[in-house]
């Protein structure tokens, strides 16, 4: 499979939903082993690229810090461009946060479609774990395990990711649910980029206190009352979903497509990056792959 980047410029803007601001981000074709990264135009000096920075903990967003900029909730954004499986291209916005928009990636998957994929004339490279690798927090039931791309009959790597997706929720409208498959973009753009951000309402008092949850309103996020929704669920398993797809945007921050199988429970953003730490901290522990 050859690298790939966007066909031309998209430029999109909206609300932060943590931030309540408005923002613009403008996405640009990049070349060969180029990466995904990051600029803000008042730092021009600095870059941001994924791969390279370990996320912050963060519970609500996913968080990349620079010397000078910050990006924060990128992980609908990344998730769309993992799941097109693009390698190079710069993201560039001035502001803090990329927009919620719905609070899913429908609008990230239309615009990268109307843009375009273009491929270049060099191999992507894969990554994958040497060995299986688990991370876990037994008080909380949570887990990620990344298993390794099984080698083919002729020798080569499989490279795809396959997905098994445990969620766990307490709250009885949500409850349980579990996603196993492969994580085709086909697959993405028809079960997932729709599902939405979900948020429950007990929790947005603390919070606003706290400074987040600013821009959320029904129009991105579907909100779940004491014993109802109180806007109509896409899918009755939107909150499953949807975590897999903050997951798939959240593995997006190694910066190369993974492969392999990886199966996760009850996991969210603070978590997962501990992926991503594993790659940045311990690099013996993963090969790259074509
Ligand atoms: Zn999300």
């Known amino acids: 499979m ?67 900029f910050i990006v924060s909730t990128i ?10 499986r693009v390698d190079n291209i710069i993201i560039e916005m001035e502001s803090l946060e990329v ?8 609008t990230f998957v239309n615009l990268i479609k109307k843009a375009g994929i273009k491929e ?27 298993a390794p791309a099984a080698n083919k009959e002729d020798n080569t790597f499989d490279c795809s990711l396959y997905f098994n997706y445990i969620a766990e929720f307490e709250h009885p ?44 309103s029904l129009g991105n996020t579907v909100v779940v009352g004491e014993d109802e929704f109180l806007n109509t669920p896409r899918f009755e398993d939107e909150f499953v979903r949807h975590k897999l797809l903050d997951l798939i945007g959240d593995l997006g921050l190694l910066g190369k497509n993974l492969a392999g199988t990886i199966t996760a429970k009850k996991t969210g953003h603070s978590f997962n990056r501990l992926v ?3 790659y940045i901290k311990n690099p013996e522990n993963w090969i790259q792959i074509k």
């Open 2 to 68: 050859l690298q790939r980047t966007i066909n031309e410029k998209i430029v999109f803007d909206g609300i932060g939903v943590h931030t309540g601001l408005k923002s613009t981000v403008i996405l640009l074709p990049a070349g060969v082993d180029h990466g995904i990264v990051f600029k803000n135009p008042n730092f021009p000096e600095e870059s941001i690229r994924l791969g390279e920075v370990v996320p912050e903990i963060a519970l609500h967003a996913s968080v990349l810090k620079s010397k000078s």
């Open 75 to 84: 992980e609908h954004l990344i998730a769309a461009l993992s799941a097109f």
């Open 99 to 106: 927009p919620i928009l719905d609070g899913s990636c429908s």
């Open 120 to 146: 270049c004339s060099v191999d992507k490279i894969f990554l994958t774990p040497v060995k299986e690798l688990r991370f876990n927090d037994l008080k909380l039931d949570r887990e990620i395990i990344v």
């Open 173 to 216: 409208l949500v409850g349980k649910g579990s996603l196993r498959g492969s994580l085709t973009t086909d697959y993405f753009i028809n079960e997932i980029a729709a599902a939405r951000t979900f948020g429950f309402l007990e929790q947005l008092a603390f919070l606003r206190r706290n400074g987040l949850a600013k821009g959320s």
């Open 276 to 278: 991503i730490l594993d």
